[in-house]
């Protein structure tokens, strides 16, 4: 007989959430890393250059990887076709790599937090990087092109990423302005999260000063307030304050009569 389709939330294992904790972020760096290679067609690499070897290898190693990354998902899974059909975007990463650009916006926000700066400038630098090689590779034919060489392209990912834009590069085909505006748009972020970064880390420095400076004045107070008043005697020095206060007003009222008591002794005075 055959079995019920189990639902996405079931079709699982501790086994298999434990590899794809372990793996997933490490494939979404490879993703990161070939960004550059899946979106840049093959006819831009010329067809008989080292670097159209180099990228047809490098394309049909990663999508090997992803392969067996799917393959040892659906096995680990109670249900491995299910597995399979029920993640399309990791079956299409396979024969369709521009997908991987999903991969690759994951790995990054999920570093777009606080407490993963060095992370998150690794994986911007890496994006810069990427930029810079797909606006070689679209500009370097092209007519009226100013990008024609590797250190061309990284003087202008420098320049623009960096905001400074000098205006001597520019791209001049539609996929690298393009490629531009993204690597314009990586500079105006990574510089958004160093500023905040920074002035995080200034406010909790304050803070643990001022924190630090208020325990020093107040334990040695807390202390000598432990000393001379031990807290077994506080009731017996309260007793002591309340007969000294009734002590005080006897005198009080002895020496500074009330003033109806006053105008009472001195009427007599009056009428005589």
């Given at each position: 007989m055959r079995k019920p389709h189990l639902p996405i939330a079931q079709n699982t294992?501790?086994?298999?959430e434990a590899y794809i904790l372990r793996s997933e972020s490490n494939l979404d760096f490879v993703a990161l890393l070939t960004l550059w290679i899946v979106l840049i067609p093959f006819s831009s690499f010329g067809s008989d250059t080292t670097a159209f070897m180099v990228a047809l290898l490098t394309k049909l190693a990663?999508?090997?990887?992803?392969?067996?990354d799917m393959?040892?998902?659906?096995?680990?899974?109670?249900?491995?076709?299910?597995?399979?059909?029920?993640?399309?975007?990791?079956?299409?990463?396979i024969g369709f790599p521009p997908i991987r650009v999903l991969f690759s916006i994951r790995l990054v926000t999920s570093l777009f937090r606080r407490g993963h700066?060095?992370?998150?400038?690794?994986a911007d630098f890496v994006l810069l990087v990427n930029g810079a090689l797909i606006v070689y590779f679209y500009e370097r034919d092209s007519a009226g092109a100013n990008i024609t060489s590797l250190g061309d392209a990284a003087w202008w990912a420098i320049v623009t990423v960096t905001t400074v834009g000098y205006g001597d590069l520019y791209p001049v085909t539609a996929a690298g302005q393009i490629a531009a505006a993204c690597v314009?748009?990586?500079?105006?972020?990574?510089?958004?999260?160093?500023?905040?970064?920074?002035?995080?880390?200034f406010s909790q420095q304050v803070d643990d000063r001022t924190k630090g400076s208020?325990?020093?004045?107040l334990e040695p107070e807390a202390e000598a307030v432990g000393t001379i008043l031990p807290t077994s005697d506080l009731a017996r020095l309260h007793g002591r304050l309340d007969g000294i206060e009734a002590q005080?007003?006897?005198?009080?009222?002895?020496?500074?009569?009330?003033?109806?008591?006053?105008?009472?002794?001195?009427?007599?005075?009056?009428?005589?």
């Open positions: 294992s501790p086994e298999l990663v999508s090997f990887v992803f392969a067996v393959f040892r998902r659906a096995r680990l899974a109670p249900q491995p076709w299910t597995y399979v059909w029920a993640h399309p975007i990791g079956l299409l990463a700066l060095a992370k998150f400038l690794a314009m748009c990586i500079g105006i972020l990574t510089l958004a999260v160093i500023t905040a970064q920074v002035s995080w880390s208020r325990t020093e004045i005080l007003k006897k005198l009080i009222h002895q020496y500074d009569p009330p003033h109806d008591q006053t105008l009472d002794a001195e009427q007599p005075q009056d009428d005589s």
